[in-house]
């Protein structure tokens, strides 16, 4: 059987060569991960380690210290969590939902624009729970109440290596979902409106046909590059109390009451803040890319982009390139600290 990082240190393997020589920082690592609060071994963690250590090092030959650096930046008790959860440990699932449920589907209504407590934003959010649970599909509950075809190398917490916080990488499982699920909509229509189109009846098996991809657009780089440097241009002349607002919700992802007693704001103020910050980011992103660009570094001068160029810039950044908040908001000396009002 072809070993993979999931399972190789399970199989009793060596390894990898990549943290072969960091047993010392893999122990320090362990420690500071709270991994032994899931009953999440070393091994396992450890081969978590190495699963997104060669995802992050696929085309080079890494030297220790960037190896070290990595693994030092990595969001260790997010990872160890879904580790922990991809294994199925119990207190690591109870904490999982209890903690994780409800802003999954909080973030499923900002997706859908409605509110967090409507079926859709529910059912948006929980179809997340299968895959996260390692469900075989097509398979049923057992008689013994568990449920069938379970199996946690499966689950898609095994795609999640802690270069994101955990909630930074649920957002943009949960926003592909959505777009999945647009896409497979929008194929079946149109197959169901060509099959009318025929003489016969329609044909039965319709949505399983096979559509062909469209070929990859060869724009689709540069149109990511241009927005990201829009978006951190539009963000970088932000005024600083709105930096703040941005900062406590999406990185800090505080509630908007607990924003209002760090800014001395009604909760209600803060949303309507919140709201005009989007609307103006969202403006001067969209002007930035539309502007034309002079000639620089011997290139020639570069056009703006149109509105359905636009568009697909922002189309591109939902699919491959969420919004990576905690790298944007860092921590500052300065910054306003929100009164503690949760639990851990």
């Known amino acids: 059987m072809k070993q993979d990082p999931e399972n190789a240190k399970a199989a009793g393997f060596p390894a990898s060569p990549l943290l072969a020589p ?4 893999i122990d320090r690592l362990y420690s500071n991960s709270s991994a032994a609060t899931w009953g999440l071994s070393l091994d396992r963690f450890q081969a978590a380690l190495e699963r997104s250590s060669a995802k992050h090092f696929t085309s080079s030959s890494p030297s220790a210290r960037n190896v070290e650096e990595y693994l030092d930046a990595l969001h260790l008790q997010d990872l160890a969590l879904a580790c922990a959860c991809a294994e199925d440990r119990s207190d690591a699932w109870d904490h999982f939902v209890h903690h994780y449920r409800p802003y999954l589907r909080s973030a499923a209504a900002a997706i859908l624009r409605c509110s967090s407590a409507s079926p859709a ?7 997340l729970f ?3 649970y390692g469900l075989a599909a097509g398979k049923n509950s057992g008689t013994d109440g568990t449920s069938a075809g379970k199996s946690p190398t499966r689950s898609l917490f095994r795609y999640f290596h802690g270069r994101s916080s955990l909630k930074t990488w649920l957002r943009a499982v949960l926003a592909q979902r959505h777009i999945d699920s647009i896409r497979s909509s929008r194929r079946f229509t149109e197959l169901e409106d060509d099959n009318t189109l025929d003489s016969g009846a329609p044909h039965v098996h319709a949505a399983v046909i096979p559509i062909n991809q469209s070929p990859p657009d060869p724009h689709r780089d540069r149109y ?3 927005l990201s440097a829009a978006f951190e241009s539009a963000l970088a002349s932000l005024d600083p109390r709105d930096r703040d607002r941005l900062r406590l919700y999406y990185s800090d992802q505080q509630t908007l009451a607990e924003i209002g007693r760090a800014l001395g704001e009604h909760e209600s103020s803060v949303s309507r803040n ?3 910050i989007r609307r103006e980011l969202r403006r001067d992103v969209e002007a930035a890319l539309r502007k034309a660009r002079p ?3 011997g290139l020639s001068p570069q056009p703006g982009l149109s509105d359905q160029e636009i568009a697909l810039c922002f189309q591109y950044a939902s699919e491959d390139a969420p919004i990576d908040f905690d790298k944007l908001f860092p921590q500052s000396s300065d910054a306003p600290t929100p009164k503690p009002s949760r639990q851990p």
């Open 295 to 297: 000639a620089l570094n």
């Open 274 to 276: 919140l709201e005009r």
């Open 130 to 132: 299968a895959d996260f």
């Open 121 to 127: 934003a529910r059912d948006l959010a929980d179809s």
């Open 22 to 25: 960091h047993r010392a920082l």
């Open 224 to 226: 990511l590059t241009l």
